[in-house]
């Protein structure tokens, strides 16, 4: 059985920067797609951002490009999420998924991801 977990989440200002990251463990994931999503108060789960484990290929949602960077260590079975120029709208719970099956297509449905970590919260205050 997979496990993800994330890491990173804090109390930031405006402007900041910020890396999450999201371990794996219990299996490999190489062949996976893996997502970042965020969730904030009200609001439905959304994707931000995915890579292709094993190619490195990567999506991210249009409302977070040229702030959004993810990136995969292979050797430590880690994502990451780059988030720079923090903005209050980007407050919210962050969490990283994979599918079931192997799948090195990025999904960017919460409906299409099985594994999920339990989340890190992002707090931007102004």
């Known amino acids: 059985q997979g496990q993800l977990v994330e890491s990173g989440g804090g109390l930031m200002q405006v402007g900041d920067s910020l890396r999450l990251a999201c371990a794996a463990s219990g299996r490999s994931f190489a062949n996976y797609a893996i997502g970042w999503f965020r969730q904030a108060p009200g609001k439905e789960r959304e994707f931000v951002a995915g890579i292709s484990f094993k190619a490195g290929g990567t999506r991210s949602a249009d409302s977070v490009k040229g702030r959004f960077t993810i990136s995969r260590d292979k050797d430590k079975n880690t994502v990451s999420l780059q988030i720079d120029s923090l903005k209050p709208e980007d407050t919210a719970v962050y969490y990283c998924?994979?599918?079931?099956?192997?799948?090195?297509?990025?999904?960017?449905?919460?409906?299409?991801?099985?594994?999920w970590g339990p989340g890190t919260q992002v707090t931007v205050s102004s």
């Open positions: 998924a994979a599918p079931g099956l192997s799948q090195t297509r990025i999904y960017t449905s919460a409906s299409d991801y099985y594994y």
